[in-house]
């Protein structure tokens, strides 16, 4: 995964919660949460990703 991934979700996230505070609108602040959690869900994966492929290149066994 590429950092432009994280960014964006960043970017979006960083929108409606300025859109929030300008306008107060509630719908603003669901769809920040929304992208805050999307962004925490693609970031779990990655390390998963990243953990996965470090036990397959390795040279040991390791359980998973």
Not at 5 to 30: A, H, K, S
Not at 32 to 48: F, G, N, Q, V
């Amino acid at each position: 995964m590429t950092s432009s991934y994280f960014n964006e979700w960043l970017d979006e996230y960083n929108d409606y919660m300025r859109l929030y505070l300008l306008f107060g609108d509630e719908c603003y602040r669901e769809q920040a949460d929304e992208a805050l959690a999307s962004l925490k869900t693609m970031a779990a994966r990655a390390e998963r990703h990243k953990s996965i492929v470090w036990r397959v290149m390795s040279d040991t066994v390791h359980a998973y």
